[in-house]
């Protein structure tokens, strides 16, 4: 499995130890930045992500910002990409079965046993293709292709 990784400088450090722990795990790891802590604009590396997993480079993206916030609003930008800023275990494995997301946003700040419980879930859950499911994602589409009606 191919997965993306970027941050801001408040998530490079958790960004760094991910990174380690994905490769000890077999996964292919493709690290898009940044390389510090000084600081940078989150924008740029949450494009730079989301333009390798809308265009299958990888099959997954994870991004790292001070709150996780900010960098999943500018993911959920890009057509085509389902970021969740996710806490904890049970919503990675609910964002995964429910909503079939593609990339993943944690807060720098979180603990890094944590945010590899985390990622863990995220990566081995599937979707359900329940009908309800597909139903809302097919909506999301439709409205960013400019076609959505209301039904």
Do not use: W
Request: hydrophobic content about 35%.
């Amino acid at each position: 499995m191919k997965i993306a990784i970027a941050s801001d400088h408040k998530g490079y450090r958790l960004k760094t130890t991910l990174i380690n722990y994905l490769n000890k795990k077999g996964y292919e790891v493709f690290d898009l930045g940044t390389d510090s802590i000084f600081s940078t604009d989150y924008p740029k590396y949450a494009f730079s992500l989301c333009d390798k997993v809308s265009k299958k480079e990888v099959d997954y993206g994870i991004v790292i910002c001070g709150t996780g916030i900010g960098i999943s609003i500018a993911c959920n930008k890009v057509n085509g990409i389902r970021c969740a800023k996710v806490d904890n275990i049970k919503e990675a494995k609910l964002t995964r079965h429910d909503n079939d997301a593609n990339v993943l946003a944690l807060s720098g700040n979180m603990f890094a046993y944590k945010a590899k419980d985390i990622v863990d879930v995220f990566l081995k859950a599937e979707f359900s293709n329940q009908e309800r499911h597909i139903k809302r994602l097919k909506m999301i589409e439709e409205y960013e292709r400019g076609k959505y009606n209301e039904r």
